[in-house]
């Protein structure tokens, strides 16, 4: 459904607006208006098909290059509630920052390379 919509990102002709495993997924869209497109495809796939989408284990990220915070950016919902805004979300085990510094996920990364013997 988000496929066939059109609206998300697309590399070509491939889709990549919607980045799955397991029960996770990860929306990916160019704008806040796009996003509230692509949540509102998962609302009506959420009552065609009985799945719930738990806003209160999800997040969003405005991502940008910008070093200035935002502080236009739009309520994004899923199922009706509110989706919080994160600086930075944890993904699948992988640190995903909002202004796209490394510096978190290179740390998470180190990390877990050090073990207490």
Known sequence: MLRDSGVGCFVGNVYVGALAYANDIALLAPTARVMRQLL??????????SVIFNATKSAWLFVSKSKQLCHSVPQVVIGGNKII????YT??????????DDRSEI???RNSRCVAR
């Open 85 to 88: 805004l994160a600086s930075e």
């Open 40 to 49: 509102c495809i998962c609302d009506q796939y959420s009552k065609k098909f």
């Open 91 to 100: 993904h699948l085990g992988h640190v995903i920052s909002a202004n796209l």
């Open 107 to 109: 740390l998470s990364r």
